[in-house]
């Protein structure tokens, strides 16, 4: 891995920590959605920093440039992370259906007690 | 209260709601509950106008959503027996009182109105018609059940077939030919009926177009094998609070 290679890596990976950090302390990003990207983050900045661990990864998926492995890590946190949201969405999907069809049984009841008194 | 009901889940149906629920008013003093899905028209007036007991959805959630709300109350309500049909005029309502014979001799769980069990002369679309032949062979296929009509709409449950569909295993999207496979898998005992069905008084339909009922047909073929591959204790009977 080439010196300016790392330097830009090096500077996602903190960018990436310091985006995080700042929208959950403004409270637009929920401290339970923070922790995949800041481990992310984490992994990447290790591998990147730690050039023997990325080597040793490179080696066992064999691949044969490290930059790949970063990529490889990279793509598999976005496929997690899609699959992450799509758990969610299911979720809440389930929940607003639900939701909207008690209220709307509970407007009809209130609709009909009120016709009757 | 009446133990018996009739839900009708309807979305932008102001042309032919009036008539379907003075039609339904002629063979039975049920308890009539239309499902507002979302509507944008008159329908929900019209539906008060003539004289049906309205649940009106926020927002459009889908036909499947619209029906569980209707399960959803029935349960709520305290109903035994409850008739589904649609709201567009397709469903003749002079067999509704056959519906509820059937179901309340015990002699099944689910009634399903079929165009195709006696030979009425039912015109159905080539799509359509190939949908309804794969159905056919696939509910056969896993259940052993000769089923002729598995895209009908026109039903009635018993209280314990609609307590199950208002858990969350319910499948909303397209409750069709997967519903009776669901059912074979609960242990419900499903009967058809001869009866007579209507082309749209508007000629619209749920399934306009060939990728809409390409869609369809990848959904509801999606749906079986999801509903196959569940454990068959995901299917429980579970009160609705």
Known sequence: MTLPQKIFAVITCLLLFAIILYLV??????????????????????LVLWYDILLFFTKLIGAVLPTTTLFLFGIVFLILLSLHFAIKIS??????????????????????????? | MNKKCIIIPVFNEEQNIFSVIKGVKQYSDIDLIVIDDGSIDQTAAKCSEAGAFVIRHPFNMGYGVALQTGYKYALIKGYKYLLQMDGDGQHDPKYIPEFFRLIESNECDVA?????????????????????CLFRFVIRAFTGEKITDPTSGYQCLRREVFTAFTDDTFPCDYPDANVIIMLHRMGFRVKEIPVDMYPNPSGRSMHRGIHTVMYYLFKLILSIFIILIREKSVYHLKEWD
């Open chain 1, 25 to 46: 302390k403004k409270g637009k990003l929920r401290e339970e959605y923070s922790w995949l990207w800041l481990l992310t983050g984490l992994v990447l900045l290790v």
């Open chain 1, 91 to 117: 979720i809440l999907t389930d929940q607003v259906k639900n939701l909207a069809q008690k209220l709307s049984l509970l407007e009809a009841q209130k609709d009909s007690t009120a016709r009757k008194s």
């Open chain 2, 112 to 132: 399903l109105g079929s165009r195709f069990i006696e030979d009425r002369n039912f015109k159905v679309g080539i799509l359509k018609f190939i949908g309804i």
